[in-house]
């Protein structure tokens, strides 16, 4: 799944599938994504990557995340 020779950086690639899925639905309003350390261990990534991909997700509106609440699908405008 994550290659070296990827054209994105793997944080890009993170913030790209799961922004394609909130999109067309897959992910709806309120659904709870994976912690960071869960999603990362998942993927073999370093938390810092997860973390990067959410926060560019967050700074998209795409996602919200709340200290104790975890990360959630953001309501889409």
Do not use: H, N
Not at 10 to 27: K, P, S
Not at 37 to 60: H, I, K, N, W
């Amino acid at each position: 799944m994550w290659t070296a020779s990827a054209r994105y950086r793997r944080f890009e690639q993170i913030r790209a599938r799961l922004a394609g899925l909130i999109r067309t639905g897959r992910l709806t309003e309120g659904e709870c994504l994976p912690t960071v350390r869960q999603l990362a261990a998942d993927l073999d990534l370093a938390p810092g990557t997860v973390a990067r991909a959410y926060r560019e997700l967050e700074v998209a509106g795409l996602v919200c995340t709340r200290r104790g609440a975890g990360t959630r699908v953001a309501a889409l405008p």
